[in-house]
């Protein structure tokens, strides 16, 4: 068995992982809301409550990882570490703390691991992966199963909930702030004019949750994993006409997200209307299963 900890912007998660027959099955999936992003400075540090609720987390799994025979943990961090001006300083207080050496992960990187751990569950040939985490957004362009062009934009469910919204429900002023500045990032970017964006893997917590949302309120199977892209725009519709209706929903599936889903759902909805994608397959493996795949076919143990 092998484990891994995720340090994301949102959220921390302790994964254990059983490999058999060269396939990942979780067996121990342990996450904590810490919201490292929030205590992101205006100067783009971290700050000292950021990093002892990262430590603190960090020691509990780390004696809950102690408590079983992993043959290796492996420990990577995500945007909340990338994204900072004394990414260092955090690494090494982590060392002296927990004894843990962490692996900052690029933007491009934590793109093409997500593709790596969405290919072994997502047949899908060309398309475009999108991952909205907490602190970014990974977008990657593939072709005939082949990675054409992997990107990281610095947008994400949680900090796009720092910097514009108020109140724990956005407006849909709010939310059309966040639009713009997003479809501002995606103008600039240079991917491949004959790339097939039509359809969608999706990918990570905001991914599944809006899989979660849709299978409910349309009283879909739970295990359905494909919905078309009108959903997300029927999503906003919901919020002007009947609020409540999709905050209950949200309550009831993911609190813990009832403030960064709506946030994360728009920046999904930019990326949809902006290269006019139809269907959305989503992926139950992302970042931490593409890792570790790697990790294990480069570094075999």
Known sequence: MYGVIDIGSNTMRFVIYRLQNGILFPMLNQKVTAGLASYISSKG???????????????EFKQAAEMIHLEKLWVFGTAPLRNISNTEEVLQAVRDACGIEVRVLSGKEEALFDYYGALHHAAMEDGLLVDVGGGSTELVFFQEKKVIYATSLPMGSLNSYTCFIENIIPTLKELEKIRTAFQNQLQVLSYPAQADTSRICSVGGSARTILKLYNTLNKVNKYNLQYDSAFLEQCLTWLKKDPNKLKNAILKLAPDRIHTLLPGMMIFYTVVKFFNSQS???SLCGVREGFLYHILNENPL
């Not at 540090?45 to 020691?59: F, H, N, R, S, Y």
């Open 280 to 282: 959305i397959t989503t």
């Open 45 to 59: 540090k971290m700050k000292a409550a950021g990093i002892a609720e990262a430590i603190k987390v960090l020691q």
